[in-house]
């Protein structure tokens, strides 16, 4: 069993900046594909960005078009915690957020299909006014 726990959301001004934490149980963290995901009202969910294990100490970041150099994935396994660093945010970006957890490594490239994540936390949210 894993447990997600996302803190860092609030409220913003276009073009800010917040850090988005995802704290994690687990003994294996550091082999887990970690992803956010956010969901706005009457939209799905959809990915964000990802970090997967490749083995020793490479990992692998991925993330969606529409976030692309404005948001960085990290983790510190020594923390079991997850980030995601959002950057000049715009109105659109305003969702609540969630991390999510896959222990068994991603399937298909980008780790983005969220019905491989079986673990995921209660969700942060995220306002960005304009």
């Known amino acids: 069993q894993v447990q997600l726990v996302e803190s860092g959301g609030g409220l913003v001004q276009a073009g800010g900046s917040l850090r988005l934490s995802c704290a994690a149980s687990?003994?294996?963290?550091?082999?887990?594909?970690m992803g956010w995901f956010r969901q706005s009202p009457g939209k799905e969910r959809e990915f964000v960005a990802a970090?997967?294990?490749?083995?020793?100490?490479?990992?692998?970041?991925y993330y969606a078009d529409s976030v692309k150099d404005r948001f960085t994935i990290s983790r510190d396994n020594a923390k079991n915690t997850l980030y995601l660093q959002v950057n000049n945010l715009k109105p659109e970006d305003t969702a609540v957020y969630y991390c999510?957890?896959?222990?068994?490594?991603?399937?298909?490239?980008?780790?983005?299909?969220?019905?491989?994540?079986?673990?995921w936390g209660q969700g942060t949210q995220v306002t960005v006014s304009s």
């Open positions: 999510a957890a896959n222990l068994n490594r991603c399937s298909g490239y980008g780790c983005n299909d969220r019905y491989e994540y079986s673990y």
């Open positions: 687990g003994r294996t963290f550091s082999t887990y594909a």
């Open positions: 970090i997967s294990w490749s083995g020793g100490n490479t990992y692998y970041t």
